[in-house]
């Protein structure tokens, strides 16, 4: 028995570093050694907090959505901008399409599953992927070089993603085009309006939350929904929600209106936490509030 | 620091009256209510910094940084208001800021070095640094630190400040971001740091006040504003810089856009590192120079 065991040791021991070598192998094979005339100068290569001597804190964003790691490289040409090429690998593709939902305000289906692009930039996610892709220079070379690599690293990713459920859940009706955040850390609870300085909800990486925005400027409404692993995590955090924002309101679905003439609502969905906040008439909030639960998801 | 809902921010504001929408749409007053001390904080704007193209005129930032200096300590030559910062005698550390995208502007760096070379202190006793601050042997030896960087927006401290400038001389930087780095303030309780701090200077030349990643400098999410803040207070001069970009941001996206993840750590250290005050009614603004879209 003890063979065995040493055996299937010296077995691991020994493949161990092949598959590793073989993780990384399957993200850099996105990515070209050359395209038109731009040739690879350097590789980038960084796994979890690692990150941190790449972008310092601003890995944290990353981490907090469950990263894998980053591989990238720098792509230099004659005379032409330097390209760089980051990918974040993340621990699932929901995770990968959060990160896009923090990076972009606006909704652009050229490239991957959602994308983003500016005059130096491109970005895009695509199954567990979230690839950023930035020019040195604002020139006009910029901008065909990473449409070109973005297209190349668009198509040598085979597969595509759900998004996730909650997110389907949202009703379109007067939803704000990419005004909608896809997250499972607290931090970003405050991201479009300030809810709380402190976990309120009891978000963490088992619950799946989205917040979005609907209406105009001038008639905007937040909603918040949150997924929980279990009938009492949800109900916990309700009622929490429900001592806070409305403590003397009775029955499910308390509609009060607060000191700043807004309109607040909360009520539970199975394992689901809803609330509005910042609605501009009681018609705004009991408007969503119907389409939410005459929703299929 | 208390926990605060914006139920409960609501109730208070209402109990002051007017400004409530406002307040809920400033991040910065939600995290600190306790301030207690006023502080004075110089901006200074130049429209001809950039007049001569994308880098900013040495001259007109030399001019900038001495007026300002004088204008904060009530003195003035700009001889007499280093002097009343730097003695000849010290060890001096600029703690500057080299992030490739928005470093910043070298011409900041060689007229603070100059500034303090002015004062009497010898070459071999100033050295400016940023990521080999732990390892330099004239930050080891500081007496004193003038601490200066840009601003721009950063996606998990909210902005990146004087107070977040700091963080390389922590022996593990990570150690810091927790809650979207709210615990910055305790940074100024390293030996290395502790009480050495003369003078803050943080760069309005190219502020950043929007990102797409995290990597990236954003150029057209910055621009040319031209100004400059000075204090001797980091938080009091972060809050007026936030401030700054909170009303970029609102002017551009057109609408209120809080920054993503709020800029805690600003007012914690107010709150609970009492390192000064980002309360704007506590702080004594005086503006000198361009006017006009100053924001604040």
Redesign the interface.
Known sequence: MCRVWIYVFVVCYLYMPTWVCAQKFDVMKLLPEKFDNYQVSNWLDYEG?AL?D????????YLSYGLVGMTGCKYNGDGLPQV?V?IYEMTSPANAFGVYT???DKEEYEYGQGS?S????L?FWKDKYYV?I?AGK?LPESGKAIRRIASLIDKAIPEKSRIPAIVDALPKENLVPGGYLYFHHY??L?????????N?VNISDKTDAVLAKYGD?DN?CYLLMVDYTDTTAAITAWKQLKK???PDATGERPKLR???GTW?TTWMLGKRLCAI?DAKSINQIDNLYNLIITSKY | ?E?????????R??MMAAG??LF??R?IN??AMESEAASKVVLIRNQKLYAGGDTPDPAVCEQMIDEAVCRLTGLDTPKDAWASIIKPTDIVGIKTNQ?NGLPTPSCVNDTLKARVLGVGVTEDKVSVDDRGVKRNPVFQQATALINTRPMRT????GVGTLL?NY?MFAEK??DY?E???AVLGSLQELPIVKGKTRLHLLVMFTPQFHH?????F???YSWKYGGLLVGFDPVAVDSVGLRIIEAKRREYF???R?L???A?HIAVADTRYHLGTSDPSKIELIKLGWDENSYV
Not at chain 2, 212 to 216: I, T
Request: some cysteine.
């Open positions: 907090e941190f790449y972008i310092n804190g601003g890995a944290e964003l760089t980051e923090q990076s972009r983003l500016g005059s130096d930039f970005l950023i930035t604002v931090i970003w405050n991201a479009y309006l300030f809810i709380a300085n402190y309120l400027a905007r806070e924002f409305a607060l000191e700043d607040f906040f | 620091m926990n605060i809902s914006r139920r409960e921010l609501l109730k504001t209402a409530g929408a809920l749409n991040p939600t995290w992030w950063h996606a998990w401290s977040k963080i930087p990570s971001h809650d979207s780095c797409v990643a995290p990597s990236k954003a150029e057209e057109n609408e209120d809080p993503n993840p709020p805690k």
